[in-house]
């Protein structure tokens, strides 16, 4: 995340989190229920409201959060449970535990492009054997800004050599329209496995 987008989201925070708290992102989730044991340690990376870091704490998981942007993270802690630790910190500098399941939704959205490929593999080495990955990124050519916030976007075929380079095995990959009002763009979601 640049400094203009670190800038944006320390402005804006409070509301960015209020627009987001409300979507539902159940059927997502719920894709990993019936694969993660109760108890099983879930990190919420970029976990922006904490909207996701509680539905999994609320389904039995052991969830860590943490978020790029100081304000992000401020605000998610103010509205989980004191067990699920939020943390702020950028994807690359080293994660404090092993995790058996990363979610990364929209998380990567303001990471340059050759910066993603070091991150997925730091990833790949925090999650514990047969450990469990969601990735949702952008669809788009290159990078732009969405007013002051850096944006980046890929295609289908490029999100998944992304995480198969990094060596993960793709078990679903699929496009969704954003659940934000206003709003017009589709996400490529992608569901993985540490091999």
């Not at 409300?22 to 019936?34: I, T």
């Not at 996701?52 to 100081?70: E, K």
């Not at 802690?77 to 929209?106: G, K, M, N, T």
Request: proline residues 5%; hydrophobic residues 35%.
């Amino acid at each position: 995340m640049d400094d203009a987008t670190k800038a944006w989201y320390a402005e804006h925070a409070h509301a960015y989190s209020d627009q987001t708290w409300g979507l539902s992102l159940s059927d997502f989730q719920a894709r990993w229920y019936d694969r993660l044991p109760k108890g099983a340690h879930v990190l919420d990376a970029g976990c922006g409201s904490g909207r996701d870091a509680l539905a999994f704490w609320h389904h039995g998981y052991q969830v860590s959060a943490l978020d790029g942007s100081p304000e992000m993270a401020q605000s998610a802690r103010a509205r989980l449970p004191l067990d699920i630790e939020v943390l702020s910190q950028d994807f690359s500098h080293p994660l404090p535990d092993v995790y058996d399941a990363i979610w990364a939704c929209a998380s990567l959205v303001h990471t340059p492009h050759e910066h993603v490929p070091s991150i997925l593999r730091h990833w790949y080495q925090q999650l514990s054997p047969q450990g469990l990955l969601y990735v949702s990124l952008k669809e788009g050519e290159g990078s732009w800004r969405d007013g002051t916030r850096l944006m980046t976007g890929y295609a289908q075929d490029e999100a998944r050599s992304l995480l198969e380079t990094a060596g993960f095995e793709v078990e679903d990959l699929f496009l969704t329209k954003t659940l934000r009002p206003g709003r017009d763009h589709a996400w490529i979601n992608l569901y993985a496995k540490k091999t």
